[in-house]
């Protein structure tokens, strides 16, 4: 079945990196823009992050712009979202996410990981 | 950039009840309008896409409608199992926008 799952959360203290993966199956990769949302806690959903199905387009919130990278790898079938110099501000659930083709919208998100960032 | 401003951001209603959610774009985005649901510790659920169409799934008692800048989702009779938290989302543009939230909560 249709499946993302995030990995590679935790704490981390501020100004540090730490990179998220989300390994998808069930479907052809290759085949859908990808995006990362996030969501603090107790507060509403925040998009961080779209990548283009064949990797040549890639956006920014303006709140993570220059500061985190979202990448893919088709090999593996892995998404992933490169965080540096973190802040406090960036503690959140950070979930990946399949567009859908058929409305922009997304059906399918993987389960959520958690990042801390305190010292 | 697009925003999104949903209204209420909370609203009380009772089992059986209908409910209605407004979702205004800083711009128009044509049918471009996405609704989930989400419940605590759970990831979004995707309700409606392009304004007005059903996800699979998805009980009928959940509609979309509008377009351009002004959407309304409706939910015609309230279940035990809708108490959760729904957003828009527009999808106009490479980036998306999500609203605020509206909470629906037990009366």
């Known amino acids: 079945q249709v499946q993302l799952v995030e990995s590679g959360g935790g704490v981390v203290q501020p100004g540090r990196s730490l990179r998220l993966s989300c390994a998808a199956s069930g479907f052809i990769f290759s085949s859908y823009a990808m995006h990362w949302v996030r969501q603090a806690p107790g507060k509403g959903l925040e998009w961080v992050a779209v990548i283009s199905n064949d990797g040549s387009n890639k956006y920014y919130a303006d709140s993570v712009k220059g500061r985190f990278t979202i990448s893919r790898d088709y090999s593996k079938n892995t998404l992933y979202l490169q965080m540096n110099s973190l802040r406090a501000e960036d503690t959140a659930v950070y979930f990946c996410?399949?567009?859908?083709?058929?409305?922009?919208?997304?059906?399918?998100w993987g389960q959520g990981a958690l990042v801390t960032v305190s010292s | 950039d697009i925003q999104m401003t949903q209204s209420p951001s909370s609203v009380s209603a009772s089992v059986r009840d209908r409910v209605t959610i407004t979702c205004r774009a800083s711009?128009?985005?044509?049918?471009?309008l996405a609704w989930y649901q989400q419940k605590p510790g759970k990831a979004p659920k995707l309700l409606i896409y392009?304004?007005?169409s059903l996800q699979s799934g998805v009980p009928s008692r959940f509609s979309g409608s509008g377009s351009g800048t002004d959407f309304t989702l409706t939910i015609s009779s309230l279940q035990p199992e809708d108490f959760a938290t729904y957003y828009c989302q527009q999808a106009n543009s490479f980036s998306w926008t999500f609203g605020q939230g509206t909470k629906v909560e037990i009366k």
């Open positions: 996410a399949r567009e859908d083709t058929y409305g922009y919208a997304a059906a399918t």
């Open positions: 392009a304004a007005s």
């Open positions: 711009q128009g985005i044509s049918s471009w």
